[in-house]
C-alpha cells in the first residue's frame, strides 16, 4: 500500500480500477482543495523545471484553471485577463531583465 494524500485529476481513480488495482479517494470542500491545489500548482510547476515540456506545461495550466475555477473564474476570465494585461504590458517575447531604474 501506498499512500498519497494529495489532489488528483477525476479520472484517475478511474484509471487505477480498470489497472486492476484499487485506491480508496475522499471528496474534499472547495476551501479544502483549493489547499491542495496550491500544493498541486508547486508540485507541478517543479515538474516543469525538470522537464521541460509540453505536457508539463499543460498540468500547470490546468492546476491554474482549477484554481482560478475555485475562485469563480472560467478559463475564459483568466485568459482574457491574461490578454488584457499582455495587451497592457506585454509579454516576455523579447528576453528583457530589468537591472536598474535611475
Known amino acids: 500500500m501506498k499512500v498519497y494524500d494529495k489532489l ?3 479520472r484517475i481513480p478511474e484509471i487505477i480500477k480498470a489497472s486492476g488495482n ?7 470542500s472547495d476551501e479544502v482543495a483549493l489547499e491542495y491545489l496550491y500544493k ?3 508540485e507541478e510547476v517543479n515538474e516543469l523545471l525538470d522537464d521541460k515540456n509540453l505536457d508539463e506545461i499543460a498540468d500547470v495550466m490546468e ?4 484554481i482560478g475555477k475555485k475562485y469563480d473564474y472560467s478559463e475564459d476570465d483568466v485568459l482574457n485577463k491574461r490578454n488584457e494585461k499582455r495587451n497592457a504590458r506585454g509579454g516576455f517575447d523579447d528576453n528583457l531583465v530589468l537591472k536598474k531604474t535611475f
Do not use: I, P, W, Y
Not at 484499487?22 to 474534499?28: D, L
Not at 492546476?63 to 482549477?66: K, R, T, W
Open 8 to 10: 488528483v485529476r477525476d
Open 40 to 42: 498541486k500548482l508547486g
Open 22 to 28: 484499487k485506491c480508496e479517494v475522499e471528496r474534499v
Open 63 to 66: 492546476v491554474l484553471f482549477a
